[in-house]
Nanobody, 115 residues
Framework: QVQLVESGGGLVQPGGSLRLSCAAS????????MSWYRQAPGTERDRVAT???????NYADSVKGRVTISKDNAKNTVYLQMNSLKPEDTAVYYC?????????WGKGTLVTVSS
């Protein structure tokens, strides 16, 4: 079965950096694109970044220039490098994948940006 496990969240000061990881299993990782979403309290879950199976990337305007998504097919892991973090980046971050018509989500990792 498809499993996604996020890690790497935590408390960071404004201007700091974090790298989130999402370990995937249960599908042929190298042939699928992956995405990161985030959800702040009281808001909808919004897309942050997407990487295709070919390595093309796409970012939400709110994070463009500060965030990099990458994929290590040997480790079945997708990463989200976040720099110049702002308080408004505070959210639970989820990785997600569509496999055979079904969307799968991890349980998320909390990122808190605060001084």
């Amino acid at each position: 079965q498809v499993q996604l496990v996020e890690s790497g969240g935590g408390l960071v000061q404004p201007g700091g950096s974090l790298r989130l990881s999402c370990a995937a299993s249960g599908f042929t990782f190298s042939t699928y694109g992956m995405s990161w979403y985030r959800q702040a309290p009281g808001t909808e879950r919004d897309r942050v970044a997407t990487i295709s199976n070919g390595g093309s990337t796409n970012y939400a305007d709110s994070v463009k220039g500060r965030v990099t998504i990458s994929k290590d097919n040997a480790k079945n892991t997708v990463y989200l490098q976040m720099n110049s973090l702002k308080p408004e980046d505070t959210a639970v971050y989820y990785c997600t994948v569509w496999v055979l018509g079904m969307r799968y989500w991890g349980k998320g990792t909390l990122v808190t940006v605060s001084s």
